[in-house]
């Protein structure tokens, strides 16, 4: 996979994170780290939202309503801007 190559996982991160100094890991490394960093609701949330698949689907599958939803989403963009997730995730 080239370096500069977008890929939904990317382009997800970097709608949410701030102030990325440098350029994120390939998609495989970023799943990998993802799944390590992450719960495996939010991972879920957040591959939903990076391949534009359904939330209603979503919120079936893995049980969730909106209020869990709203609450789920708030800590993962929290989770996803700490320092030192963001050093997880970069080159």
Same mark, same amino acid.
């Given at each position: 996979?080239?370096?500069?190559?977008?890929? !939904?996982?990317?382009? #997800?991160? #970097?709608?949410?994170?701030? =102030? /990325? %100094? =440098? !350029? /994120?890991?390939? #998609?495989? #490394?970023?799943?990998? $780290? +993802?799944? %390590?960093?992450?719960?495996?609701?939010?991972?879920? $949330? +957040?591959?939903?939202?990076?391949?534009?698949?359904? +939330?209603?689907?979503? @919120?079936? *599958?893995?049980?969730?309503?909106?209020?869990?939803? *709203?609450?789920?989403?708030?800590?993962?963009?929290?989770?996803?801007?700490?320092?030192? @997730?963001?050093?997880? $995730?970069?080159?």
């Amino acid at each position: 996979m080239m370096i500069n190559e977008t890929t !939904p996982l990317k382009n #997800e991160l #970097e709608k949410h994170i701030r =102030k /990325l %100094i =440098k !350029p /994120l890991k390939d #998609e495989d #490394e970023l799943a990998a $780290v +993802l799944k %390590i960093k992450l719960t495996k609701k939010e991972y879920k $949330v +957040l591959k939903t939202w990076a391949n534009n698949e359904n +939330l209603e689907e979503l @919120f079936e *599958k893995i049980s969730l309503d909106e209020e869990r939803y *709203k609450t789920l989403k708030e800590k993962l963009i929290k989770k996803l801007n700490q320092e030192k @997730f963001k050093q997880e $995730v970069m080159i």
